[in-house]
């Protein structure tokens, strides 16, 4: 039996094939459209999962939806009624979309299905999901889990914003839920929102920004703005924000309590009190998260824990909940916003209204395939689509030949393009679809940011390290795979710093080398770590064991093989422009290795704008 799910129309729209409980596919629509968070119906993700399994639409048994609009709708109205005059601008803004579109999302979805596959009853097949059930059945079906608690944290769903859950077997059971307009994934939006960021995709720029700075208003917050009790739950005094009843998230009372005004984004300097901001948000996320988790566990009795919802994404305070130990093991979903809705959607419509068995691996493994779930492309089509695409390469003709040469290339201090297997699901590139440098360089991280990515130097880099080589470097004893937990390094890899280098603040800290792998460790000693598996992903394993055997390092930095707006590359023709238009020295696609100073001159000329073609994040 198949089932589709398929998360659109708010942002980062996503389909999920799983067939018999297994997941068999999965894909964001902005890998195929080159539209960064794309919110469209994912047509091309559809297509792309029906081609992996080898079957028509029209053999799809059920499709589910990541929401109940209806339930939205209801929020909306409410909302405005009970911020009135208020919150009309806003409701009056948004019903031409609702009345035209969302109201009557069955419908649409249906028409939508029935243009590709007519004849078919799909009112019939079509189910709905509520969102948080959707973020949940994500996190805990493909868990290695027979049992576990399950958090779920995010902006808003329906009206959850914030909602605990066990599950068991087949089954999640909700215990209690945090309704809008209080939102922990709103507040750190808001402040992303008053910092000059966009909201629903700067918010990593702030958790980025957060230890250049010191938590000097996290008493203010916790004060006037976030009441937070005990076991976590919490409630926001509404008289600070706008996102009920404007435009705008944060408003002139929020602006008074700071002193400031919201910064006018990329024109206007970051300045210690941005950065001390930051610094606040990120302090109150964590502390709510951790008296929600220590809550959760002793309300449960569970050592298990899932996470899911965007705030899931923060992967400085999952490494707090990690390293507190209420929970001896956490599990976070590595599509975690709403584009793992889709993947949640498909399997509670399997285990939810179908009441089919779950099937956890004895081995440990989770059921996401390391989240390598996307398009893949064979040597051969490798070869022939760059070719067709102008690039000038050579073939590595065996294994040996393609790790010792990307190796070398990597330990004399190139950046490389590294486009291998399936693509990732996620937000995260983990070795498929990767940037890849040399972390023992003091200037790749700045190099990277500037000349390679197009973005903010402050951001940090993650190491991508060998599993059985993690602990000897980071506090970490547990797997990362997903790259979604932040750890310190380890005191023994730390260099000492002189007292003028200890006391330099916010971006001066930049240019001090921390550690042996200075161009991974932030400039409070963390880390964001992938721990690399040889049973997930072969080929990146047996680079990090090449690149081990030259210079004694057992990880490279890996980030997202994409310029500062662009999505992560899909095809080996995206890969070579990313390449001609950025300052990569190398380019790896399937088992064809590309130097730049070897290609056609009026190519490079070709991408000189690459960098300008996608609007900044």
């Known amino acids: ?195 000059g960021f966009k909201v629903n995709s700067g918010e990593y720029k702030v958790m980025g920004l957060a230890p250049y700075g010191e938590p000097r208003f996290k008493n203010l917050l916790m004060e006037k703005v976030i009441d937070v009790k005990a076991d976590g739950s919490f409630r926001l005094d509404m008289s600070y924000f706008s996102y009920c009843t404007g435009l705008r998230m944060t408003n002139a009372k929020f602006d008074a309590l700071f002193g400031r005004a919201p910064r006018l984004g990329r024109d206007e300097p970051l300045q210690a ?58 599990w976070v979903q590595p599509a975690a916003g709403d584009a793992g809705g889709a993947l949640g959607a498909a399997l509670a419509g399997w285990h939810h209204h179908l009441d089919r068995p779950r099937i956890v691996d004895a081995s440990g493994q989770d059921g996401m395939s390391g989240a390598y779930l996307g398009p893949a492309f064979d040597d051969e089509a490798c070869a022939r689509r760059l070719t067709v695409a102008g690039a000038r390469f050579e073939r590595a003709g065996d294994e040996a030949g393609l790790m010792a040469r990307t190796a070398d290339a990597l330990a004399e201090g190139q950046a490389v393009g590294w486009f291998q297997g399936r693509m990732e699901f996620g937000p995260r590139a983990l070795g498929n679809r990767s940037i890849l440098g040399d972390p023992r360089s003091p ?113 490279v930095i890996n980030t997202s093989f994409n310029v500062r707006g662009e999505p992560i590359v899909h095809t080996p023709e995206e890969a070579f422009a990313c390449f001609m238009g950025s300052g990569l020295d190398l380019l790896v696609v399937g088992d064809c290795i590309l130097r730049k100073s070897e290609q056609d001159p009026d190519q490079l000329r070709k991408y000189n704008d690459h960098k300008t073609r996608f609007a900044a994040d």
């Open 1 to 195: 039996m198949r089932i589709l799910g398929i998360s659109a129309f708010y942002h980062d729209s996503a389909a999920a094939l799983i067939e018999d409980g297994r997941v068999v596919a999965a894909a964001q629509e902005e890998r195929f459209t080159r539209i960064r968070h794309d919110a469209a119906y994912p047509a091309r993700a559809i297509d792309y999962c029906l081609a992996e399994a080898g079957c028509p639409l029209a053999a799809i048994d059920h499709v589910v939806f990541f929401d109940k609009p209806f339930l939205k709708f209801e929020r909306l109205f409410v909302t405005a009624v009970a911020t009135a005059p208020r919150g009309f601008e806003m409701f009056r803004t948004a019903m031409p979309v609702w009345l035209k579109e969302k109201l009557f999302q069955k419908d649409g979805l249906r028409r939508e299905l029935a243009a590709c596959e007519p004849g078919i009853d799909w009112a019939s097949r079509l189910l709905f999901a509520e969102h948080h059930q959707s973020h949940a059945a994500a996190a805990f079906y493909p868990s290695p889990f027979e049992e576990a608690a399950i958090l779920t944290l995010d902006g808003v769903g329906e009206w959850a914003t914030t909602s605990i859950a066990i599950g068991r077997g087949n089954r999640i059971k909700p215990l209690n839920e945090i309704h809008f307009p209080h939102s922990l994934g709103l507040l750190y939006s808001a402040v992303t929102y008053h910092l």
């Open 273 to 330: 009190f941005h950065m001390d901001l930051a610094a606040s948000v990120q302090a109150v996320t964590e502390e709510v998260v951790l008296r929600l988790t220590r809550s959760l566990a002793r309300q449960t009795g569970l050592p298990n824990l899932c996470l899911a919802g965007g705030v899931a994404l923060n992967c400085v305070a999952n490494g707090k909940v990690l390293r507190d130990g209420a929970f001896r093991n956490v």
């Open 443 to 555: 200037t790749m991280q700045r190099d990277l940011n500037l000349k390679i990515k197009f973005r903010e130097g402050f951001r940090p880099f993650a190491p991508a390290v060998l599993r059985e080589a993690a602990a000897d470097w980071f506090q970490l004893k547990e797997d990362s795979p997903y790259m979604l937990v932040t750890t310190p390094v380890l005191e023994q890899r730390r260099l000492v710093l002189t007292p003028e280098q200890a006391a330099r603040q916010g971006f001066d800290a930049l240019s001090v080398a921390r550690s042996t792998v200075p161009a991974v460790t932030h400039v409070d000693y963390s880390a964001r770590v992938q721990t690399v598996d040889e049973r997930t992903n072969p080929r990146f394993a047996a680079l990090l064991r090449a690149f081990e055997a030259r210079t004694g390092c057992p990880m």
